[in-house]
């Protein structure tokens, strides 16, 4: 039957050799059809953090992102571009904080 589909997608008018023939899991009624989750919608895995941050992780993260940036052009210029870059630069998807 693959062999029959196959063919009849190289050539559009597949009408001239009949109907196509449908699969059997197709023409199965929608409730009877196995669910692409392995498990109940009840088990499903739930996220592990919540929408609301508290008040500490919020000044952390804040902090967090305020330490997240170049060093200004002047420090280069003052240690006489012994300091070049900052080697602590984090990005937001290779290094998490860990909280």
């Not at 804040?62 to 571009?81: E, G, H, L």
Request: positive net charge; aromatic residues 12%.
């Amino acid at each position: 039957m693959r062999d029959k589909l196959a063919f009849l997608a190289w050539f559009p008018l597949g009408s001239l050799f009949g109907p196509i023939e449908k699969e059997k899991s197709l023409r199965l009624p929608l409730a009877s059809r196995q669910s692409i989750y392995p498990y109940p919608s009840s088990q499903l895995p739930q996220p592990k953090m919540p929408s609301h941050k508290t008040f500490m992780i919020k000044k952390k993260l804040a902090k967090k992102q305020r330490q997240n940036r170049p060093i200004p052009y002047w420090i280069r210029m003052r240690t006489d571009n012994t300091i070049r870059y900052n080697a602590k630069r984090r990005h937001w998807r290779r290094t998490k904080l860990g909280f």
